[in-house]
């Protein structure tokens, strides 16, 4: 494993660690979850992400008793939760959000389900339209504070309101988000690399990005269709099929289909080499897994032996067939 600092922080997290959405409390049993934890931690990953919204709590219920269960030494390991989707079935209105309220009360939550006594990363999963921004900074401030968060970020909230944030803590001597987690994978790119280009010099920002394989598009899983067994074909998930598969103008199936093709060419199966790509990106801290299948996920692992074997001409290939 190599391990990057998350942003200009000194927290050092493995390059590659491992998440739990759609798969833990949902489409895998628990003991498949053990078996995934198990196989991360003895590969070196140090970060397991979750959040408050995966399976309504479930996901990091059953993360929690894993980590338990395997008895992973505490200060070798980072967990995270994610607040604003709320992990009730049909929330009330103090229930989501980035109130200072659901803020305090999603991060008790998170701690019991996780069983933890603080959370390393605490990130607000989207940007709450019906709280003001210093609300929000002031309450994870707080938490911080408190000791029951270490480091708290965004995810997928536009540059300005990122700035903004940073802005208002810098103002008031409160904590700064240290990180965003942001989609990006070779068929999204443009947030990362372009709109969030100033924030990593100008905050000290880290990205701690998801969906490396784009659902498991870029592994070349949908180029016939949607197999049985795959996660586009998970029913509560049917409106995640639009965004993965895209319409004719994205051609986002054909380019994957590229992608994957340059990858029988070079010998190298397409899941690693997609993940490796990710990691050429100084600005990526670290690189969300995701995998239902212990085999998914000792083939992505690979990728850091990818990373070192290709050099600048491969990547720029890579980046052709997709761009
Ligand atoms: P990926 O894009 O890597 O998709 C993972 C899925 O692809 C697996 O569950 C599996 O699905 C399939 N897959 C993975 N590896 C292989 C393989 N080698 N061969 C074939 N199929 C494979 O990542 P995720 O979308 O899962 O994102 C990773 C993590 O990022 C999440 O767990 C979560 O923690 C975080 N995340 C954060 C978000 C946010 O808004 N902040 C949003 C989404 C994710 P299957 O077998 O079912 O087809």
Same mark, same amino acid.
């Given at each position: 494993m190599q391990y990057r600092r998350l942003g200009s922080s000194g927290l050092q997290l493995s390059a590659l660690s491992f998440g739990a959405w759609v798969t833990f409390g949902s489409q895998i049993g628990r003991s498949e979850a053990r078996n995934l934890v198990a196989a991360a931690w003895d590969h070196g990953v140090n970060f397991f992400d979750n959040a408050e919204g995966y399976a309504n709590g479930a996901a990091e219920q059953v993360m929690g008793d894993v980590i338990a269960d395997l008895r992973l030494p505490r200060d070798g390991y980072c967990v995270s939760s994610k607040v604003f989707f709320g992990a009730a079935a049909d929330p009330r209105p103090t229930q989501r959000g980035l109130s200072r309220k659901h803020v305090r009360d999603a991060c008790d939550a998170a701690l019991k389900r996780l069983r933890v006594e603080h959370l390393d990363l605490y990130f607000c999963h989207r940007p709450d339209p019906d709280t003001p921004v210093a609300e929000t900074v002031w309450a994870m401030d707080a938490l911080i504070r408190q000791g029951k968060v270490l480091y708290w970020g965004t995810s997928e909230w536009p540059a300005a309101l990122i700035r903004e944030a940073a802005q208002i803590a810098r103002t008031h001597h409160l904590h700064c988000p240290t990180m965003e987690q942001p989609e990006y994978n070779l068929l999204r790119r443009e947030r990362v690399e %372009? +709109?969030? $280009? /100033?924030?990593? $010099? +100008? %905050?000290?920002l880290g990205a701690t990005i998801w969906s490396p394989l784009a659902s498991g598009l870029l592994t070349g899983k949908y180029a016939d269709g949607v197999p049985a067994?795959?996660? %586009? $074909? &998970? /029913? &509560?998930? +049917?409106?995640?099929q639009g965004s993965v598969l895209g319409d004719a103008n994205a051609n986002r199936v054909g380019r994957a289909g590229r992608f994957t093709a340059l990858a029988a060419e070079l010998g190298v199966s397409p899941a690693p080499l997609a993940i490796a790509w990710c990691l050429t990106n100084p600005h990526v801290s670290t690189v969300l897994l995701g995998a239902s299948k212990v085999s998914q996920l000792l083939e992505n692992l690979q990728a850091l032996e990818l990373l070192g074997r290709f050099d600048d001409s491969v990547w720029r290939r890579v980046e052709a067939v997709t761009g």
């Open positions: %372009l +709109e969030y $280009a /100033p924030l990593y $010099a +100008e %905050l000290g067994d795959s996660r %586009l $074909a &998970q /029913p &509560q998930l +049917e409106w995640l």
